[in-house]
C-alpha cells in the first residue's frame, strides 16, 4: 500500500485483546467457583479434630432419695466434646458432662458417642451408643425454623424454636427458646440409690440459646428445670429430687464469641467477599481487553516516516 507520497508501507493491524484477556477473564472466574463451592464447602466442616470443653455457672436444690432433705448448693458444670475418630462423611464425637457441687458431690453425669456428619452436624444413627436424631451442634448458616438438639447437656432430644433476631456484644445473632417435658434421664441419674430398680429419672426444663447465625456457634446458653422420681412402668410423677438453673461462665462466653467471630468472618469472606472480587475481576479483565481491541481498531495508520514531501521544483 502507498501513501500520497508514493511510499509504500504496512498498515497496523488491530491487536486482538479479546483473546489475550480472555484465558486470564476465565481463569479468576474459574477460581471464584472453586472457592465458593469446593473451598468454603471444606472449611465449614466439623475439623477432624474438633474438641471443646464448655463451662456453666449454675445452683441448684438436690435430695437423694424421694423423701430426703433438700440440700442447697452452688454446682460446677463442664461439657467436654472430643472427636474420636473421623473420615470425611462422619466424625465419632465423645460427649461428657458432669453437674458437681464445690465438695465433688455428683449431682447428674452423662456421657455418650456420637456419631456426627461433619457438614451439617446432624446426629447418625447407627454411629454412636444409642440411635439418636436431629442436631448434635447447629449448622452453618442457622435457619430462623425449630431444631431438634440432642446433645450431652441431655440424656435425650429438646426442641429449639427460633424466637428472634438480636444482638449480643456487637454480633448479630438468633436466640432459640428450647424445652423439654418428661424426658427419660434415668441414664444420668444412675448413681442414685432408687434409680433404676424403684424409680426411673425424668426431666422438664426451659431454656435459651444464642446462635451466630454464619457459623452456627452458639455463643451464650441458659437453662433451668427440674428433674423427678417416677414409676418406671408409667412415667407417673413420685417427687422432684432436683431443681437447676445454669448459664455460660462468662469466660464460656467471651471464649465462643471469639471463635463465632473468626469463623463468621473467615466464611463471608470465602462464601462472599472473594468469589465477588474474583468474579469482578474477571469482568473488568475482560473489559480492558475488549477497550485494548477498540482502540486498536479505531486508530488511524500512520505511514514510515520518508523525509516529508518534495520539494517543489525550482
Request: hydrophobic content about 35%; proline content about 8%.
Amino acid at each position: 500500500m502507498r501513501n500520497e507520497y508514493g511510499d509504500q508501507f504496512k498498515p497496523i493491524r488491530a491487536k486482538r485483546g479479546i483473546p489475550r484477556f480472555l484465558p486470564l477473564a476465565l481463569g479468576l472466574w474459574l477460581l471464584a467457583g472453586v472457592t465458593r463451592f469446593w473451598i468454603a464447602p471444606q472449611m465449614t466442616k466439623l475439623p477432624a479434630d474438633y474438641t471443646e470443653e464448655t463451662s456453666y455457672a449454675a445452683r441448684g436444690r438436690f435430695r437423694d432419695t424421694s423423701d430426703g432433705a433438700w440440700e442447697k448448693f452452688d454446682l460446677v458444670v463442664r461439657r467436654v466434646d472430643q472427636t474420636l475418630v473421623a473420615s470425611s462423611d462422619h466424625a465419632i464425637v465423645q460427649g461428657d458432662i458432669n453437674w458437681t457441687t464445690n465438695a465433688g458431690e455428683v449431682t447428674y453425669e452423662s456421657a455418650g458417642i456420637y456419631g456426627v456428619d461433619p457438614r451439617t452436624r446432624t446426629n447418625l444413627p447407627g454411629y454412636g451408643n444409642v440411635q439418636r436424631t436431629g442436631q448434635f451442634l447447629f449448622p452453618p448458616h442457622v435457619r430462623r425454623a425449630t431444631y431438634r438438639l440432642w446433645d450431652p447437656f441431655y440424656s435425650g432430644a429438646r426442641a429449639a424454636i427460633f424466637s428472634h433476631a438480636a444482638t449480643l456484644e456487637g454480633l448479630p445473632v438468633y436466640v432459640f427458646n428450647c424445652h423439654v417435658r418428661g424426658l427419660d434421664e434415668t441414664h444420668g441419674y444412675t448413681f442414685l440409690r432408687d434409680v433404676p430398680e424403684r424409680y426411673h429419672a425424668y426431666s422438664t426444663a426451659t431454656g435459651k440459646v444464642w446462635v451466630e447465625p454464619v457459623s452456627g456457634r452458639v455463643v451464650d446458653f441458659e437453662d433451668a428445670g427440674k428433674s423427678y422420681f417416677g414409676v418406671a412402668a408409667t412415667g407417673k410423677p413420685v417427687s422432684d429430687f432436683h431443681f437447676w438453673s445454669a448459664r455460660y461462665t462468662p469466660q464460656t462466653k467471651w471464649a465462643q464469641i471469639r471463635r463465632a467471630r473468626s469463623a463468621r468472618l473467615r466464611l463471608l469472606i470465602l462464601e462472599n467477599w472473594l468469589p465477588s472480587t474474583l468474579l469482578l475481576a474477571g469482568l473488568g479483565t475482560l473489559t480492558l481487553g475488549l477497550r485494548l481491541r477498540e482502540t486498536h481498531r479505531s486508530a488511524p495508520p500512520f505511514p514510515p516516516s520518508t523525509g516529508g514531501p518534495p520539494s517543489p521544483p525550482i
